[in-house]
């Protein structure tokens, strides 16, 4: 929704990254074909990994030049109560 809304928004180019690499990949073709003046792009990245996170900012900055806003939601969601 995040990488939509931006593409949407009248962003120049998104990344979409995410450890299942089909996944990204699925999204970055939507964002696309919502946004087709937005450069869109996926890249499997594990946010565990910093050398994983730093290549995929590599990759932004030599696809798009300045990155004005990086936006990193990763988590997982176990649907679980308030106590949780």
């Known amino acids: 929704a995040l990488a939509l809304a931006f593409a ?8 979409v990254a995410d450890l299942n690499a089909a996944g ?3 999204v970055a ?3 696309q074909a919502a946004a087709p003046a937005c ?4 890249q499997p990245v594990d946010v565990a ?4 996170v730093q290549g995929l900012a590599d990759e932004a900055t030599r696809r798009f ?9 990763a988590g997982i969601i176990l649907r679980k109560g308030l106590e949780a």
């Open 49 to 52: 990994d910093a050398a994983a």
């Open 39 to 42: 450069e869109v792009f996926a």
């Open 65 to 73: 030049g300045q990155v004005d806003i990086f936006c990193s939601n």
């Open 8 to 15: 949407q928004a009248g962003a120049r180019g998104v990344a």
């Open 29 to 31: 073709a939507e964002v």
């Open 24 to 26: 990204a990949a699925a």
